[in-house]
Structure formats: C-alpha cells, structure tokens
C-alpha cells in the first residue's frame, strides 16, 4: 500500500495584502484552510523544494502578530516561520528595494519612565542561526536585489519623520538597527515561546523612515519591497532543509541514521527490540 507523500509545513506570516499577494505567486496548488477561531491561511506547494508553504495575512501590529501567530503555530505545527514584508530604512545605505534580513529583532518600546528620564529595558530576539546561514547563502546567488543582515527594530509606529523623537531614541539606543516595522518581533516572540522553531524576519525596503514616505509609497515602492522580500523567502526555503529530511552530503540521514539506510529501514544493532518482526526470507532464513 502506497503512503501519501506528506511534507513538512513553513508558515509565512505578512501584515498587508501587498505583502501576502507577492509570497502567494510563489505557492502553487492552494487550498485555504480555516481555524476554528476563524483565522485563514493558504496552503500549498512550493515547487522544487521540499516545504509545504502556510501564508496568512494577520493586519497590522506586534501583539495580533503574536496572538495569532501562535495560534497559527499551535494548529499547523510547522518547523519555521518567516514574517515577511516591507519595513522603512534606518541607514543610509540600505536603499529602497534593499531587503533586510533580520540577524536579531529588536521591541524598541521597553523602558521605565523616571524622574531622570526614560530608562530603556531592551529587548531582542536574535533570528535562526540555520535560516540565516541559508539566507547568506541564497543572497550568493542573487543577481537582482541587495541583502543586508542586520538587526531589525519593531515599534508601534509608523516612522514618517527622521528628526522626531522616536527616530532619535532608535539612534541612541538601537543604532545597529537597519529597518524599523512593526510585526517582527511579535512573530519571533511567538516561535520563541513555542520551543525550538526556527524564525526569521524578512523585510524588504519601502521607504527611508522620512518624509518622503507618501511620496515612496505613491509610486510603487512597497510594491517593490515585498516582491523583493518574498524572493528572498523563496530562495531561502530552496536553501534550508527540514529537520529530518537529510541531504545527499550529510554523514547522517533522516532522524540520525547512518547515510545510505533507507527511510523503510530502523536499525537496532547494539539494542534488544521486544515484538513480532516481519521481512522477507532470504537463504532459508528471516531477514
């Protein structure tokens, strides 16, 4: 009897429909699924890969982010999740059309008012080591789009203006920070707090965090900067592999087997098994 090919399950999280209709071009054979409490994701193929894709449009905002990532992580058990999407830039290198993918995600919002100022609590969560070397590794092979890898902020704030007070507080306090948007560390904090699940923000440049956003996103840049985001998804997921699916050049295959047993075999030398075996005879004896 013929098993049905399963294969393991990545979540990509965006906050607009922009965002989310640029990863969707990607997945083919799609099916939407709903949860009980009513949040919808799109499932489907991802071809050449070996990942099933969930993609959910969540809206805006770092705790929904969290909320319904974690319901979304709880129903689908996937093995990594991505929030992707555009985001302003805080340097002046990283120009519109950039992609930024997040080495830590930074909550630029914890502090403690006192009668000698506001005293920042910081808070960071770093991204996968495994999804960012694969991210290193596809931004190789990547004619059309420049990758930074560099910290993230995420605040409750949409930042239209290089001289308030938030854009100095970033300065102070989070000047490694490459972009600032506004899900990311809702997303990490949810596969943090779901054990060991691999994460990472992805984040394409829309704007310059300034005055001159409207003007960026009249003509097209978001557009851009989530295509631009979602391609670099993409080619991530065609770099990383699943936990237990192995690689033609490990020394172990799936779950830890010695490379060249086939997924039919379990091996038991050095062990005692208790119960029924049941193969096939070979010279008049069970094999």
């Known amino acids: 009897m013929s098993v049905p090919e399963t294969k393991p399950t990545v979540l990509v999280l965006t906050a607009l429909a922009l965002e989310y209709a640029a990863v969707r071009a990607y997945v083919e054979e ?7 409490n009513g949040t919808r994701v799109e499932t489907g193929r991802l071809p050449d890969s070996p990942w099933r894709v969930a993609i959910s449009e969540l809206g805006v905002g ?15 058990k996937p093995q990594a999740v991505f929030f992707v999407g555009v985001a302003g830039s805080l340097k002046k290198d990283v120009g519109i059309g950039d992609v930024v993918v997040g080495t830590d995600v930074y909550e630029i919002h ?15 969560l770093p991204g996968s080591h495994a999804l960012e070397q694969a991210a290193r590794s596809a931004a190789r092979d990547l004619a059309d789009v420049v990758v930074h890898f560099a910290p993230v902020a995420t ?12 854009a100095r507080h970033l300065e102070s306090h989070y000047n490694d920070a490459a972009a600032i948007e506004m899900e990311g560390s809702g997303a990490a904090r949810a596969a943090h707090f779901s054990g060991q699940l691999d994460a990472l923000v992805i984040r394409g440049i829309s704007d310059r965090a300034n005055a001159d956003k409207a003007a960026a996103d009249a003509g097209g840049s978001q557009q851009l900067a989530a295509a631009q985001a979602a391609a670099v998804t993409m080619a991530v997921l065609h770099k990383h592999r699943p936990r237990d699916g192995g690689s033609a050049d490990s020394e172990e295959g799936p779950r830890g087997r010695p490379a060249g047993h086939g997924g039919e075999h379990i091996d038991f030398r050095g062990g005692v098994f208790l119960g029924p075996v049941i193969g096939k005879q070979v010279g008049g004896q069970q094999a």
């Open 30 to 36: 799609r099916e939407e699924r709903v949860h009980p």
């Open 62 to 76: 770092a705790e929904r982010a969290a909320a319904l990532a974690t319901r979304l992580i709880e129903w689908l």
């Open 110 to 124: 914890g502090g403690k008012q006192t009668d000698e100022g506001f005293k920042v609590r910081p808070k960071a």
């Open 155 to 166: 605040g409750d704030v949409v930042l239209a203006d290089a001289e308030s007070a938030i």
